[in-house]
């Protein structure tokens, strides 16, 4: 990505625009996630190196900045819009803000794109994979299986607020089966869990 639209630059954004803890921590876990799948993609179009970094970068970027607003700006109306126009006049590339678009459902922007659709799959499911690791004695996302998270879905009293019907279809829109899309998402997590907060406590 071009200097100053860089992983970086999204995180300091967050972090002027967001200072809550959970909501900072959400953006950080979708990012890891979407950019696991930018890593994949890279991968698949042939790109290596700094090219492949690059695309990797705007996935991270986008899964850091899709909430931005959300703490100043919550409302239907305002969410993820004004956080949009404030990207765009900041000169952030089109593909980014198209999938901040279509993560909202009501936004009318069509999930078209390999990051749009990715963004929104992993939107719901990282913070699920947060929640199912919350639950574990030790806290920890090391101890979440694959199989414990498909019986989670299953629970409709466990995070109640987390759509179901959303990590489905974005595991149909990534073209994966869901314990794929749920083995991926993990692994990023698991291999990022110390910045993510959640290598838990110790026994
Ligand atoms: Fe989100």
């Not at 992983?7 to 803890?21: F, I, N, P, V, Y």
């Not at 690059?54 to 996935?59: I, L, M, N, V």
């Not at 765009?88 to 980014?96: A, F």
């Not at 466990?158 to 489905?168: G, H, L, P, Y």
């Amino acid at each position: 990505m071009a200097s100053g639209f860089s992983r970086d630059a999204a995180m300091a954004l967050l972090e002027e625009w967001t200072k809550g803890e959970s909501l900072r921590k959400h953006g950080l876990a979708v990012s890891v996630c979407t950019e696991s799948y930018g890593r994949r993609e890279a991968e698949k179009l042939g790109l290596a190196g700094a090219e492949a970094d690059a695309f990797a970068e705007q996935y991270a970027s986008a899964g850091l900045l899709h909430d931005m607003d959300y703490e100043r700006h919550p409302s239907l109306e305002e969410h993820p819009f004004v956080g949009v126009k404030h990207l765009r006049e900041l000169g952030w590339p089109e593909p980014v803000l198209n999938a901040i678009l279509a993560h909202a459902d009501y936004s009318g922007v069509a999930r078209e794109s390999h990051l749009e659709r990715a963004l929104f799959a992993c939107d719901e499911l990282a913070g699920f994979l947060t929640a199912c690791a919350l639950v574990k004695p030790t806290k920890s996302i090391m101890d979440v299986e694959v199989a414990g998270v498909k019986k989670k879905m299953k629970d409709k009293a466990f995070a109640r607020a987390v759509k179901r019907e959303d990590m489905t279809l974005g595991a149909e829109l990534l073209g994966i089966p869901l314990e794929e899309h749920v083995g991926n998402c993990l692994k990023a997590m698991q291999e990022r869990a110390g910045e993510l907060g959640l290598v838990g406590i110790s026994s």
